[in-house]
């Protein structure tokens, strides 16, 4: 079935440095990948998403790319704040059927000044 | 304000007690999920509508409950709570059943069964 492996947490960073969090899946068909997050004590929200091959998502400094040939989706930030600490969260959502979304254990990210 | 509320926010219960978790959103949209997020184990889903009268259960149904008689509202009955639902929990709302489509989330209630 459809499955979304993400990095161990927790990670922590020291403010400015670069990040990665990776994250890999196994799919049939052609699904959507998003990165969500959670700042604490709130709900998930959209971070971004690519919805085909090679497409690149962004938003707010945060990159990943939609790699077919290695099913992955990777995180990554050039240069980290501490107002990024959060629990991330790599999706995918599933083509056919009706269109299920499969979520990531989650990473937790923490940022030191 | 497009947005999916939750109430209540937090809630302590005991063994047995029905009670039920409201869900609402404002953003007209026709597919809604109830998750439960446990340390290690990430979103679960634990049922989900395509529209008004049309639910199917998620990964994780067993105890709970839902209806959708209406399209803006999806409540999450547990009719005999027990301490394993313990568990933080999320309404989500997306517009459709579109791989691309976007869900938005609500706060979450945080419920503790004892």
């Known amino acids: 079935g459809n499955s979304v492996t993400q990095m161990e947490g927790p990670v922590t960073l020291s403010e400015e440095a670069f990040l990665t969090i990776n994250c890999t899946y196994t799919?049939?068909?052609?699904?959507?990948l998003f990165w969500y997050v959670q700042y604490p004590g709130e709900g998930l929200q959209l971070l971004l998403k690519?919805?085909?091959?090679?497409d690149k998502g962004s938003n707010k400094g945060f990159e990943a790319t939609y790699r077919k040939e290695t099913t992955s989706f990777h995180l990554e930030k050039g240069s980290v704040q501490v107002s990024d600490s959060a629990v991330y969260f790599c999706?995918?959502?599933?083509?056919?059927?009706?269109?299920?979304?499969?979520f990531g254990t989650g990473t937790k990210l923490q940022v030191i000044p | 304000e497009a947005q999916v509320t939750q109430n209540p926010r937090y809630l302590i219960t005991v063994t047995g007690k029905k009670l039920t978790v409201t869900c609402s959103q404002n953003?007209?949209?026709?597919?809604m999920s109830w998750y439960r997020q446990d340390p290690g184990l990430g979103l679960r889903q634990i049922y989900y509508?395509?529209?008004?009268?049309?639910?199917d259960k998620g990964d994780v149904p067993e105890g709970y409950k839902v209806s959708r008689k209406e399209k803006r509202n999806f409540p999450l009955i547990l009719e005999s709570p027990s301490p394993n639902q313990t568990s933080l929990y999320f309404c989500?709302?997306?517009?459709?059943?579109?791989?691309?489509?976007?869900?938005?989330f609500g706060p979450g209630t945080r419920l503790t069964v004892l």
């Open positions: 989500a709302s997306r517009l459709s059943g579109a791989r691309t489509d976007t869900q938005y």
């Open positions: 799919a049939t068909g052609y699904p959507s």
């Open positions: 690519a919805t085909k091959a090679d």
């Open positions: 999706a995918l959502s599933h083509s056919g059927g009706y269109q299920k979304v499969t």
């Open positions: 953003m007209n949209h026709e597919y």
């Open positions: 509508s395509m529209n008004v009268e049309v639910t």
